[in-house]
């Protein structure tokens, strides 16, 4: 051990998951990691998995294709990662790439909605139209009556099947 530390040894990760047969990775892929909610997300992400004693591998997609979702895919299957978290997808009908990880036993789970998930994945999502509904009645209870809402325009955001804005209006 005094050897090692002298000649400031680093052992393989592959030899070791070659030897284990476990990699103890997990892939989190996103979108572009600029933006503020993406980082926060994937911040939390790495957290989690850290914490359970697992090596995150992020992939960052500045440009948030299917290419580079694909290419992401075929990163984690050679990694022989453990797990994959897909912070929403850049396509809802192209999903072989996703398949392939689930034949090889890798679960996945998707962020962004059920929508988007594929059979043999899971998926967490929120409900934007009842939570702008929500926040809306919360305001109006407070005495406010008249609202602008800020985001992207309606439906720009894969995975968001509904108007958000419409919700202030019911």
């Not at 359970?52 to 591998?57: A, D, I, N, S």
């Amino acid at each position: 051990l005094q050897a090692a530390q002298s000649v400031q040894f680093v052992p393989d990760r592959s030899a070791q998951t070659l030897r284990r047969q476990r990699s103890k990775q997990v892939g989190l892929v996103m979108p572009n990691a600029f933006n503020p909610y993406y980082a926060e997300v994937g911040a939390a992400l790495q957290r989690a998995v850290v914490d359970r004693g697992f090596e995150p591998v992020m992939i960052n997609s500045a440009t948030f294709d299917i290419t580079s979702e694909i290419n992401a895919c075929r990163h984690l299957a050679s990694l022989r990662v453990e797990g994959a978290i897909f912070v929403i997808r850049a396509s809802e009908t192209e999903d072989r790439h996703l398949r392939n990880l689930i034949e090889r036993q890798i679960p996945i789970v998707m962020i962004g909605g059920r929508e988007q998930a594929v059979e043999g994945m899971s998926s967490i999502g929120t409900d934007g139209f009842e939570g702008m509904r929500q926040a809306t009645e919360h305001l109006i209870e407070l005495g406010h009556h008249r609202f602008a809402v800020i985001g992207p325009p309606p439906q720009t955001q894969p995975g968001e099947p509904t108007n958000r804005a419409e919700a202030t209006h019911r």
